[in-house]
């Protein structure tokens, strides 16, 4: 219940900071500036525009308060749906303008004639298109996550310069002296966030240094790099969560990325040690991870993440793992097991091929010391002797191995590729399976 009010609390308040706005001209606007109804629609579909461009970066900037409440990959998927809106409110402010026949599409058009307020509105709407595009695009454009990730960041705090200043130009409803007091409120709370999130965090890992102890490679085309802090305690974690990790000499890299751990949580070793599993799956998993080396400085940005069997209770749980999916599901394991927790516990683990089992061997041992544990490897193109179970994880396979009368009170986790999260998502709500007993964890869109 709580965590509800604390998620009703923070999506109320992010509806009422994209909308104040509104409010605000409306209840200070001047009768001599009235217009016709188009005219009021294109101004409120740019504000609009503008203000959920702005509260972006709310939504990555980690603040614990928000993600605790929605999960960090949670916002991060509403962040890039966000965007996608903001630009099509941007594309209806000046459409809405030439409909109503107050202008035409080459008065709105970018030229050296053109008053500056309109050609800094044109470039502010290319760069938001530019901004979405490519990252929507990024995976077909084989754009590096690097490049994009710097251009992303430029192009978002340009976009939103221009913006701001079209409107103030514009005039109108911008014009008022309230508004022009409640964009700078705007104004300070966007450059508050970015240094937080682009300057204080960095900031404050700066003096909480890792070293790199052991590289070693997995099956599943993997690595698992084991880190120990330097000169401070590190921190715990709890089973299933996540952090950002980057290796160099500085924690104000652009080249970090969020990577489950793969370690127990409940015990860390007498160092502070943490483990990290990496599948081959991009640019930096592939170039930079194998090759890093025994005594490299890594940094942690962590632990985040609500993808944890700490946070929910059931009567048991059913773990559905695909590819290097696996890895926050064996750290929840390794803490039940650490816990000797007696619930039933179904692992369903599930990958191409018998090489692509990433912790195959510490799993089957795992399964024998634990009673509670039930393990069903799911290979899709099994070798020739496979005996166990082929093809994908569908509700009958879910159904024979778990028990009638219990599973519906069971917490689920689902962790893999996108189809398998998508399957799982549709196929456990037609077996029976509450959806708020059904938990998912994605980062394809990062």
Avoid at 162 to 176: C, K, P, T
Wanted: net charge neutral.
């Amino acid at each position: 219940m709580r965590l509800i009010i604390r998620g009703v609390f923070w999506f109320g308040l992010y509806l009422t900071v994209i909308l104040f706005p509104l409010v605000v001209g409306a209840v200070f606007f001047e009768p001599d500036h009235a217009a016709s109804p188009l005219i009021y629609l294109s101004a409120a579909a740019g504000y609009i525009a503008l203000a959920l461009m702005a509260t972006e970066l709310m939504l990555v900037a980690r603040l614990k308060g928000v993600a605790g409440a929605f999960g960090l990959d949670s916002l991060l998927q509403f962040h890039r749906q966000i965007g996608i809106a903001a630009v099509a409110f941007a594309i209806a402010h000046p459409a809405l303008l030439v409909a109503d026949r107050a202008y035409t599409a080459r008065s709105l058009a970018p030229s050296t004639s053109s008053p500056w307020p309109v050609n800094l509105g044109a470039a502010a709407l290319v760069l938001a298109a530019l901004v979405v595009g490519l990252s929507v695009y990024r995976r077909q454009l084989r754009l590096p996550y690097e490049i994009w990730h710097t251009t992303h960041g430029i192009f978002s705090v340009a976009l939103i310069a221009f913006a701001a200043v079209h409107a103030l130009g514009i005039g109108r409803f911008a014009a008022l002296p309230a508004m022009r007091g409640l964009w700078a409120v705007y104004l300070v709370f966007f450059i508050g966030m970015f240094l937080r999130y682009r300057v204080f965090r960095p900031l404050s890992l700066t003096n909480k240094p890792w070293e790199v102890v052991e590289n070693r490679p997995e099956h599943g085309q993997s690595h698992t790099i084991v880190l120990r802090p330097v000169g401070h305690d590190g921190f715990r974690f709890a089973p299933g969560q996540f952090a950002w990790i980057g290796f160099g000499r500085s924690p104000f890299s652009t080249d970090s990325h969020p990577i489950s751990f793969s370690s127990n949580g409940d015990i860390p070793s007498e160092e502070g040690q943490v483990s990290f599993t990496i599948k081959q799956l991009g640019d930096w998993s592939t170039d930079v991870v194998p090759h890093v080396t025994r005594g490299a400085t890594a940094w942690v940005d962590g632990p985040h993440g609500v993808f944890t069997i700490d946070r929910e209770e059931g009567a048991g749980f059913v773990l559905i793992g695909g590819g290097v999916g696996i890895t926050p599901l064996y750290s929840m394991l390794q803490a039940l097991e650490t816990r000797e927790d007696v619930r039933p516990v179904f692992l369903f683990h599930a990958a191409n091929d018998y090489d692509d089992l990433t912790f195959r061997e510490e799993l089957a041992v795992m399964a024998k010391r634990m009673p509670s544990l039930t393990l069903v490897t799911v290979l899709l193109y099994p070798h020739e002797g496979w005996e166990g179970e082929s093809g994908f994880v569908t509700p009958e396979m879910l159904l024979r191995y778990l028990p009638p009368a219990l599973y519906r009170r069971f917490q689920y986790f689902i962790c893999g590729p996108g189809p398998l999260m998508d399957a799982m998502e549709k196929a456990l709500p037609e077996i029976g399976v509450p959806s708020d007993r059904i938990h998912t964890e994605r980062f394809d869109m990062v």
